[in-house]
């Protein structure tokens, strides 16, 4: 009986001890990775049944090996980093990014071990098919001890956008995500791969990835923030035109190693998921931010300090009772064009100077955007706007007496809407015409050297224009990089002394000179008379003219763009008699 019982016994002995070996090979090579990670990794999945954040894999420490110099084991450890030699004399600032896989945080700590920023994750995009938009639960907590404790706080959202649309999307998610918030680092547009995932899968080009980042981009610069890419070594240097967006805007390298080489431009590096903090229990990503010698460490984004809500009255504490308030100013204005806004008023006597608040649609409140000293003052042009947009402003008057700044109430408000069009011109030769925003689009018409286009709006880095063709009113797309958009001079003239004109205009931003040209009467067309060499020079003296003589002029001026001459539209003619 013990025999015919004892084969079974042994048999589950062994089943027992081989379901104990994997846990204990794991244990060994964790790292600090938790033990589901691993197994995850090692089943071939990354996903939880009904969770589809993509945080979930690198950061719990499970990072693929794109993000990694050679091999896993190169992981940068906290000594012997080697800093690129392009950043030598740079002032080297470190700092964290921290999700809900790093839980609760003892900021205090952080700060005190020589911690300087942080990026908090607040939200991200599911990678399953429907690519539902979430906040991270930890988001709150994070940002607001982080900064009591005196940390630079950040905010990057997790992304799996496929298309421009869903990039502008999450911009507004992340934008949305850090209202009341003392922001003074950039917002991060995470973009990276989750293996299976919706944006491993869509097979987007290098180019709709490319436009996808800038658009997430340009919808968080409008928004008053500085905006900023997160993109590992390989995603940059195969899956992205990294210098295209490096040009305006500035990247976050993700390469562990103990020394990136990385060719293209970068302010932000992670260089480990194992770093170690006080303050945090486990590991966490650790980054260095390099700021230029002489650069600012600040960063744009709307200063929360000078939020002004509603009501229109003036708060108490900005209007001591012992000091009468100056009168409000009645406010007026117009677009100057397609990106900026002129405000002009009445002086207002006895003044100190004037502040010019913009209603922010996404705090929904006024925000100071302006001060300006001097009672004579009495206009401010509000630059850098978007084109077809609708802004609405007011302004205060203040004047500082005994000591303290009094306010009066604010004025009226008025709405400006930005003209719905530019102009500009080619700046090559032989530019197509694409039917959509890709180079795979098909080719509507090629445009010669400084031919005129209408710009009805912008798609990533194209711009969206209006032409004809075949005698129909057709929308085509242009790459920005071929465009160049020039403002025509505004030219004033006046008869100096006898037999002589003076010309005068504000100077155009950009512009490397003008050109003059005078009407010939005897041939019925425009001469040019005059090329200026120098885009600061603001005025020109035409002499040798007959006296009590009508002359006409027009200018334009021009930006020389690869060694060619690209100008703008023709400004008003003016007329003038010679004395």
């Excluded at 896989?101 to 098919?129: L, P």
């Excluded at 010019?356 to 630059?383: E, Q, W």
């Excluded at 500082?400 to 003209?419: C, D, L, P």
């Amino acid at each position: 009986m013990i025999r015919k019982n004892m084969i079974p016994a042994i048999l589950l002995v062994i089943c027992l001890c081989v379901s104990i070996i994997p846990e204990k090979v794991y244990a060994q090579e964790g790292q600090g990775i938790s033990l589901q990670n691993i197994e995850e990794e090692d089943l071939g999945k990354n996903t939880v049944t009904g969770d589809d954040d993509p945080g979930k894999g690198r950061l719990r420490g499970n990072a693929p090996a794109e993000f990694y110099d050679k091999d896993r084991k190169m992981r940068a450890l906290a000594t012997g980093i080697q800093h690129n030699s392009k950043f030598a004399g740079y002032k080297i600032v470190e700092g964290i990014d921290v999700s809900k896989y790093n839980q609760t945080i003892n900021w205090t700590a952080v700060k005190k071990s020589g911690i300087d920023f942080a990026f908090v994750r607040t939200s991200y995009r599911g990678y399953g098919k429907a690519g539902t938009l979430a906040d991270d639960p930890y988001a709150a907590v994070n940002m607001k001890n982080a900064v009591a404790a005196g940390v630079r706080v950040g905010a990057y959202i997790f992304s799996q956008a496929i298309t421009v649309k869903e990039a502008q999307e999450e911009a507004d998610y992340l934008l949305n995500s850090v209202k009341g918030y003392k922001i003074t680092m950039p917002l991060v547009f995470d973009f990276e791969y989750f293996k299976g995932g919706r944006l491993e899968n869509a097979g987007l080009t290098r180019r709709k990835k490319t436009d996808i980042c800038l658009a997430f981009c340009e919808r968080v610069k409008a928004a008053g923030y500085t905006p900023l890419v997160y993109a590992n070594k390989s995603m940059l240097t195969n899956d992205l035109y990294a210098s295209e967006i490096s040009s305006k805007y500035p990247v976050w390298l993700a390469h562990y190693t103990s020394s990136s080489d990385y060719k293209g431009d970068y302010s932000f590096w992670q260089y480990t998921e194992y770093g170690k903090v006080s303050g945090i229990s486990g590991n966490v990503d650790k980054n260095f931010w390099y700021v230029k010698p002489g650069g600012s460490m600040s960063f744009d984004a709307p200063d929360t300090a000078e939020t002004v809500t509603p009501p229109t009255v003036t708060p108490p504490e900005e209007t001591p009772p012992a000091v009468k308030a100056p009168s409000a100013a009645t406010l007026s204005g117009k677009a100057a064009s397609y990106d900026q806004v002129k405000l002009t008023w009445k002086k207002v006597p006895g003044v100190t100077g004037y502040s010019v608040y913009r209603y922010d649609s996404l705090s929904k409140s006024y925000k100071k955007i302006k001060t300006i000293s001097g009672a004579a003052a009495t206009s401010y042009t509000d630059t850098g706007r978007t084109m077809g947009t609708t802004y609405k402003y007011r302004i205060k008057t203040y004047k500082n007496a005994e000591g303290s700044t009094v306010y009066s109430k604010y004025s009226n408000t008025v709405s400006v809407k930005t003209n719905s069009t530019m102009t500009g011109k080619i700046n090559g030769t032989g530019v197509a015409v694409r039917k959509g925003p890709s180079i795979l689009k098909g080719k509507i018409k090629t445009l010669s050297i400084n031919t005129g286009v209408t710009i009805t709006g912008t798609s990533g880095s194209w711009y969206r224009i209006s032409l004809k063709t075949g005698g129909k009113e057709k929308t085509g797309y242009i790459k920005k990089t071929y465009i160049t958009i020039i403002r025509k001079p505004a030219l004033s003239v006046s008869s100096a002394s006898s037999g002589r004109v003076k010309l005068t205009w504000g100077k155009v931003s950009g512009a490397n000179g003008y050109e003059i040209e005078r009407y010939d009467p005897s041939k019925k067309s425009y001469v040019k008379i005059k090329t200026i060499k120098n885009g600061s020079t603001v005025s020109y003296t035409n002499s040798g003219l007959k006296k009590n003589t009508t002359y006409k002029y027009r200018m334009r001026s021009y930006k020389t763009v690869r060694g060619k001459k690209i100008y703008s539209y023709y400004c008003e003619v003016k007329s003038i008699k010679t004395k």
